[in-house]
């Protein structure tokens, strides 16, 4: 069964990209390419455990099973030596991918306190956003009597838009609640 955002995507949103931006051809118009979801767990004190939570934690978010991530070089400031296990990330395509983004745009999203959008201009300048959560409790699939650490995540969504603009309009139509900006202000 297809994901109701790749859905809304196919019937609607690729007609309302063509007149916008005057595709001729409906695969011009862009798509979600993936998703990746990346974190990293600070102090050299609880650094095993906290990324033992992690991984688990991000396995239950995404659907998928994280990569631990390692250290490139040591830096004595931070007690880090080389390929010591610092983090984890998620690569999401497909059906993970669509149904992570509808999750993530109509259920985790709306919970974040004091929310007011999220920024406009986290763009690469090639049409590829990325946001990040400073709390990983937000997500519903969390339960939080079992949270020992708060992770942040950073998530990048890469699109196959050739602008900004593009992109911006894009993740609009598929529910990205941009922050309206203050220009009356």
Not at 104 to 118: E, M, Q, S, Y
């Amino acid at each position: 069964m297809e994901p109701e955002l790749k859905r809304d995507y196919r019937e609607r949103i690729i007609g309302e990209l063509m007149s916008e931006f005057g595709y001729q051809n409906a695969h011009q118009a862009p798509q979600l390419e993936k998703i990746v979801v990346n974190c990293s767990v600070g102090s050299a004190e609880e650094r095993g455990p906290a990324l033992e939570g992690a991984v688990r934690e991000m396995a239950l978010i995404t659907g998928q099973r994280p990569i631990i991530t390692k250290s490139k070089k040591s830096i004595s400031n931070f007690k880090l030596r080389e390929k010591t296990e610092i983090g984890a990330k998620v690569t999401l395509r497909g059906r993970y991918m669509w149904e992570f983004l509808q999750r993530l745009t109509k259920a985790a999203i709306p919970r974040i306190r004091d929310f007011r959008g999220v920024a406009p201009r986290s763009f690469d300048g090639r049409g590829n956003y990325t946001l990040g959560i400073a709390d990983h409790s937000i997500f519903p699939e969390i339960e939080l009597d079992k949270v020992k650490h708060t992770i942040g995540f950073d998530i990048t969504i890469v699109t196959t838009a050739r602008t900004d603009e593009e992109g911006r309009a894009l993740l609009k139509k598929l529910g990205m609640p941009f922050r309206e900006s203050a220009k009356a202000a």
